[in-house]
């Protein structure tokens, strides 16, 4: 049987490629996979493994699971989650979400449009509309920073999108609109990179839902930040070093960050 593996982030740089096909026996399990595969086609992928998590068919596993294959799964190896599809949408992928499609979630690979992210959220019942707008900051512990990529798993990340807008409806029922949206590709300094909006009747609902879902956000959705650095200028504007190599940053909110162990080892989500 065929299973296809797609790698982000740290793991694509590592293998040099987004996706590999391995054809394995009938009842292989994601952990033979794993080690009798991926492992074996990549070696250089064993130290990443430690603190990666494997994802099947788009879903988190349960701790500890190691289900069969099938013909035609998909894997996905997910190194740590930082703050986009194998490949960048040439156009912004969206969907309408949640009760009577009230809800919505966007991935970009343009700048967000948070004026007509304010209408989808905005409703004639709404006492407040609440938006956090998450953007690119131009340091980093000092370190000039010139610009961030994002890249993303798009289909498991819109998936877990929708279910941080319905899990913050079960947290807070009176909310009429929440509204997600994550840029992907470059975003200069200064642009948006995440925005998520909320309304309610009143302002302690959609308050307490955006603060909720941006952390719910890095914790499991897959989205990764590379940030690129610019040479420190000395005083009288001449550089004084080349900057430091881009890097993938890891957010300390992901969920199966510092996780030890292969593959399916974290929680489900």
Not at 120 to 145: C, E, H, I, K
Request: aromatic content about 8%.
């Amino acid at each position: 049987m065929r299973i296809t593996c797609f790698y982000f982030a740290a793991a694509k740089d590592v293998t040099g490629v987004n996706e590999s096909v391995f054809d394995v026996a009938d009842g292989t399990s994601l952990q033979t996979l794993l080690s009798d595969s991926i492992l074996s086609a990549f070696p250089a992928l064993t130290h990443l493994a430690t603190s990666s998590v494997l994802v099947l068919n788009l879903e988190y596993l349960d701790d500890g699971a190691d289900p069969v294959l099938h013909d035609g799964d998909e894997v996905g190896f997910i190194p740590p989650i930082s703050e986009t599809p194998p490949s960048v949408p040439a156009e912004p992928v969206e969907q309408a979400v949640g009760p009577d499609g009230a809800d919505l979630v966007l991935l970009s690979d343009g700048p967000l449009d948070i004026g007509a992210l304010y209408e989808r959220a905005l409703a004639s019942g709404a006492g407040a509309v609440s938006m956090f707008s998450g953007v690119t900051r131009d340091n980093f512990n000092g370190q000039p920073v010139e610009r961030l990529e994002y890249e993303a798993y798009g289909p498991m990340a819109m998936r877990e999108m929708a279910k941080i807008c319905a899990k913050a409806r079960e947290q807070w029922p009176d909310l009429l609109h929440v509204v997600i949206a994550h840029r992907i590709g470059t975003v200069p300094v200064s642009d948006a990179s995440v925005v998520i909006l909320a309304s309610s009747p009143h302002r302690a609902e959609s308050l307490a839902a955006v603060t909720w879902a941006i952390d719910a956000l890095k914790a499991s959705v897959p989205i990764w930040k590379k940030e690129f650095y610019a040479a420190a200028p000395a005083d009288d504007g001449v550089e004084i070093e080349p900057p430091p190599p881009s890097r993938w940053k890891a957010n300390s909110e992901c969920f199966f960050h510092g996780h030890h162990g292969h593959g399916a080892g974290a929680s489900k989500r």
